[in-house]
T-cell receptor, first 115, second 118 residues
Framework: AQSVTQPDIHITVSEGASLELRCNYS??????LFWYVQSPGQGLQLLLK??????LVQGIKGFEAEFKRSQSSFNLRKPSVHWSDAAEYFC?????????????FGAGTILRVKS | GAVVSQHPSRVICKSGTSVKIECRSL??????MFWYRQFPKKSLMLMAT?????????EQGVEKDKFLINHASLTLSTLTVTSAHPEDSSFYIC??????????????FGPGTRLTVL
């Protein structure tokens, strides 16, 4: 069965600094990969997704992620963090056989931004 | 973009009562909707997959008689927590599947419902 690991429970960065959130997955084939952001008490918003093609994926709000098959990773990056980016971020894997329907989520990384 | 709503956003109920949560896709038809449960400071756990016109598929360990799911139309799925107990208190989130390019689907999430059982 597939699984997702987000090694960092909390990350604190200064406003304007760069950000990288780690995500490693376990899956028998190339999965569908997603990053979602959740603000307190809110649902999830899709930041970006990888299905196939270019391994560097651009998303909303200036985020990007790179799929590295050799490392089974899909790390999320942003060159300059804004205070409004403070939230919880979830990496998710979707099964290819089910059109990516069934999602397995990582435990999440809480991002704190200090001014 | 595709919008999914949930109602109510918050509900407080007494132990032993039943609570119904609605999930609606506002601008697209969703043949499949999903119900997740999120514990405090934890990730989302898929509870069940709701298919329009057929019975829901429950994940292992989820009591189907306790969490009743009805997908009555292409834009509405409901989750009813029957005989709720304090341990059912949680954040319930639904999502709806929108078939995108090349048959690959994307899930759009509702804002969630905070259930508190006293």
């Amino acid at each position: 069965a597939q699984s997702v690991t987000q090694p960092d429970i909390h990350i604190t960065v200064s406003e304007g600094a760069s950000l990288e959130l780690r995500c490693n997955y376990s899956y028998g084939a190339t999965p569908y990969l997603f990053w979602y952001v959740q603000s307190p008490g809110q649902g999830l918003q899709l930041l970006l997704k990888y299905f196939s093609g270019d391994t560097l994926v651009q998303g909303i709000k200036g985020f990007e992620a790179e799929f590295k098959r050799s490392q089974s990773s899909f790390n999320l990056r942003k060159p300059s963090v804004h205070w409004s980016d403070a939230a919880e971020y979830f990496c998710a894997v979707g099964e290819r056989g089910s059109h990516g329907n069934k999602l397995v989520f990582g435990a999440g990384t809480i991002l704190r931004v200090k001014s | 973009g595709a919008v999914v709503s949930q109602h109510p956003s918050r509900v407080i109920c007494k132990s032993g009562t039943s609570v119904k949560i609605e999930c609606r896709s506002l601008d697209f038809q969703a043949t499949t909707m999903f119900w997740y449960r999120q514990f405090p400071k934890k990730s989302l756990m898929l509870m069940a997959t709701s298919n329009e016109g057929s019975k829901a598929t429950y994940e292992q360990g989820v009591e189907k008689d306790k969490f009743l799911i009805n997908h009555a139309s292409l834009t509405l799925s409901t989750l009813t927590v029957t005989s709720a107990h304090p341990e059912d208190s949680s954040f319930y989130i639904c999502s709806a599947r929108n078939l995108g390019l090349a048959g690959v689907s994307e899930q759009f999430f509702g804002p969630g419902t905070r259930l508190t059982v006293l």
